[in-house]
């Protein structure tokens, strides 16, 4: 226990040795994230993986259960309204191909 009772003056050294990285507010989510949410989206989401038989483009894997199957935005829109609703730039990914290649995809494109 005495231990414990130093850690609080160690502590307040840190932040003197440490550099402090600042993350950006996750909590404010641009506009067009909105759009999610509205029905035209279910619909067209809906369209997609039914145009695209529930199956996966990178990794061929065919998913009925809710959920596991994302509509996915072949180049990314950051909130341009005709990339966003363009049938042409969507396609069916499995969620494991979208959470892990695609988003180091994006993110290196970018």
Sequence with gaps: MGRLK??????SALP???????E????????????YK?????????KIL??????????GVVEGRKGQQIADHIQPH???AALFWDE??????CKTCHDS????EDKARW
């Design 78 to 80: 950051r909130g341009d």
């Design 50 to 59: 039914v145009r695209d038989r529930f199956t996966c483009r990178l990794c």
């Design 101 to 104: 290649a695609k988003q180091r």
């Design 6 to 11: 130093r850690l609080p003056e160690r502590l």
């Design 16 to 22: 003197d040795r440490v550099a402090r990285v600042v």
């Design 88 to 93: 042409n730039n969507l396609q069916c990914l």
């Design 38 to 46: 509205t029905a035209e989206w279910q619909k067209l989401r809906w």
């Design 24 to 35: 950006p507010d996750r909590t404010e989510r641009p506009a067009y994230h909105a759009w």
